[in-house]
T-cell receptor, first 114, second 110 residues
Framework: ETGVTQSPTHLIKTRGQQVTLRCSSQSGHNTVSWYQQALGQGPQFIFQYYREEENGRGNFPPRFSGLQFPNYSSELNVNALELDDSALYLC?????????????FGEGSRLTVL | RKEVEQDPGPFNVPEGATVAFNCTYSNSASQSFFWYRQDCRKEPKLLMSVYSSGNEDGRFTAQLNRASQYISLLIRDSKLSDSATYLCVVALSGNTPLVFGKGTRLSVIA
């Protein structure tokens, strides 16, 4: 167990709806990253939060947004859902000052958009 | 060209076999290299970091060739429990976002 928990584990939405996914990071970790993993693909970086500020963003449109809270937990929000947003959304925590490159992933939230 | 490219799978091997996975990366400024393992419908987990001098962890050996921008993972004496998807991962530094390959699926058969 990594200590990173995500909710919900599964959800189904329809096109145009909005979704909020939640993540509690591992104790002692101050950085949260979100990744999208489509079926048969590797995880793709969405963005990273450090001390409640966005600290890097991948090639995702603005309808993907996030928040990090003082307790380092985080949310990923996706507006105007599209069919291609169907994927496993992975949250990962780390300690930014560390240099091991190891991310501790949660089990993910599996989103299906119909 | 994709940032990280891996051998297409799946690899189906008998128990006890030796299997090698290859990976190439496009950004020559990359500094950090890893292999992650992902079991079916589970999250990725770090298998091992890859160092310039090569490194070994039990049955697993990782190699890095910076000149060729090539990374490899060798698994000796395959076990049924090695069945998983192996993800090649690259980063510009330890603190920058990880870039994952598509992964190569390994099935070890009794």
């Amino acid at each position: 167990e990594t200590g990173v928990t995500q909710s919900p584990t599964h959800l189904i939405k329809t096109r145009g709806q909005q979704v909020t996914l939640r993540c509690s990071s591992q104790s002692g970790h101050n950085t949260v990253s979100w990744y999208q993993q489509a079926l048969g693909q590797g995880p793709q970086f969405i963005f990273q939060y450090y001390r409640e500020e966005e600290n890097g963003r991948g090639n995702f449109p603005p309808r993907f947004s996030g928040l990090q809270f003082p307790n380092y937990s985080s949310e990923l929000n996706v507006n105007a859902l599209e069919l291609d947003d169907s994927a496993l959304y992975l949250c990962a925590s780390s300690f930014l000052a560390g240099d091991t490159g190891e991310l501790f992933f949660g089990e993910g939230s599996r989103l299906t958009v119909l | 060209r994709k940032e990280v490219e891996q051998d297409p799978g799946p690899f189906n091997v008998p128990e006890g076999a030796t299997v090698a996975f290859n990976c190439t990366y496009s950004n020559s400024a990359s500094q950090s290299f890893f292999w992650y393992r992902q079991d079916c419908r589970k999250e990725p987990k770090l298998l091992m970091s890859v160092y310039s001098s090569g490194n070994e962890d039990g049955r697993f050996t990782a190699q890095l060739n910076r000149a060729s921008q090539y990374i490899s993972l060798l698994i000796r004496d395959s076990k049924l429990s090695d069945s998983a998807t192996y993800l090649c991962v690259v980063a510009l530094s330890g603190n920058t976002p990880l870039v994952f390959g598509k992964g190569t699926r390994l099935s070890v058969i009794a």
